[in-house]
């Protein structure tokens, strides 16, 4: 059974660093693209970063491109997501999500962890 | 980027109606078109890839079609179940987007 747990979400100040983690298991973790969606409170959701098998592809949402760094570890079947210069509007659930095989849509879903940016 | 428009953003419904939900892109993404259901506090979960392939274990009152810029997820005869809010996402290029969403609720 596949599983995506995210973890590592909190209360954290603007312009403070968080880094959130996604353990994965039940499938073979390094060969598929990974991905973190997020949903602002009572938003819709927003594509935030993926990343290919072999980490050589890298994408990002204009709005954390420079602030952001998504990044895996193949051998702990880890995904994460370092967040720096977090903002008010980066307050959301971050949801961990598997790619299918071949395209970019997402077959599974983590439960999500809650980051709260506020002073 | 390509934009993603849902409409209706509400949908008042009863158990049993027939349900169609469309989702426009602002260009073309051929079929790379997939829809998700959210129930509150939970997960997305995955319904329709490439815009009308049925994902594993989703009943078979839900289809998709559609391709180019307009889609529509149809729900052939709502359950109590169903009621959730369904979003589309575009796939055909990067930055990846979804649409602002449909809630169906009960009328």
């Not at chain 1, 599983?3 to 968080?18: A, I, N």
């Not at chain 1, 409170?41 to 994408?59: F, M, S, T």
């Not at chain 2, 892109?25 to 979960?45: C, D, F, H, N, V």
């Given at each position: 059974?596949?599983?995506?747990?995210?973890?590592?979400?909190?209360?954290?100040?603007?312009?403070?660093?968080?880094?959130?983690?996604?353990?994965?298991?039940?499938?073979?973790?390094?060969?598929?693209?990974m991905?973190?969606?997020?949903?602002?409170?009572?938003?819709?959701?927003?594509?935030?970063a993926?990343?290919?098998?072999?980490?050589?592809?890298?994408?990002?949402?204009?709005?954390?491109?420079?602030?952001?760094?998504?990044?895996?570890d193949?051998?702990?079947?880890?995904?994460?997501?370092?967040?720096?210069?977090?903002?008010?509007?980066?307050?959301?659930?971050?949801?961990?999500?598997?790619?299918?095989?071949?395209?970019?849509?997402?077959?599974?879903?983590?439960?999500?962890?809650?980051?709260?940016?506020?002073? | 980027?390509?934009?993603?428009?849902?409409?209706?953003?509400?949908?008042?419904?009863?158990?049993?109606?027939?349900?169609?939900?469309?989702?426009?892109?602002?260009?073309?993404?051929?079929?790379?078109?997939?829809?998700?259901?959210?129930?509150?506090?939970?997960?997305?979960?995955l319904?329709?890839?490439?815009?009308?392939?049925?994902?594993?274990?989703?009943?078979?009152?839900?289809?998709?079609?559609?391709?180019?810029?307009?889609?529509?997820?149809?729900?052939?005869?709502?359950?109590?179940?169903?009621?959730?809010?369904y979003?589309?996402?575009?796939?055909?290029?990067?930055?990846?987007?979804?649409?602002?969403?449909t809630?169906?609720?009960?009328?």
């Amino acid at each position: 059974e596949v599983q995506l747990v995210e973890s590592g979400g909190g209360l954290v100040q603007p312009g403070g660093s968080l880094r959130l983690s996604c353990a994965a298991s039940g499938f073979t973790f390094s060969h598929y693209w990974m991905t973190w969606v997020r949903q602002a409170p009572g938003k819709g959701l927003e594509w935030v970063a993926n990343i290919r098998q072999d980490e050589n592809e890298k994408y990002y949402v204009d709005s954390v491109k420079g602030r952001f760094t998504i990044s895996r570890d193949n051998a702990k079947n880890s995904l994460h997501l370092q967040m720096n210069s977090l903002r008010v509007e980066d307050t959301a659930v971050y949801y961990c999500a598997r790619d299918s095989q071949a395209y970019r849509y997402f077959e599974y879903w983590g439960r999500g962890t809650l980051v709260t940016v506020s002073s | 980027d390509i934009q993603m428009t849902q409409s209706p953003s509400t949908l008042s419904t009863s158990v049993g109606d027939r349900v169609t939900i469309t989702c426009r892109a602002s260009q073309s993404i051929s079929s790379w078109l997939a829809w998700y259901q959210q129930k509150e506090g939970k997960a997305p979960k995955l319904l329709i890839y490439k815009a009308s392939s049925l994902e594993s274990g989703v009943p078979p009152r839900f289809s998709g079609s559609g391709s180019g810029t307009e889609f529509t997820l149809s729900i052939s005869s709502l359950q109590p179940d169903d009621f959730a809010t369904y979003y589309c996402q575009q796939y055909n290029r990067s930055p990846l987007t979804f649409g602002g969403g449909t809630k169906v609720e009960i009328k």
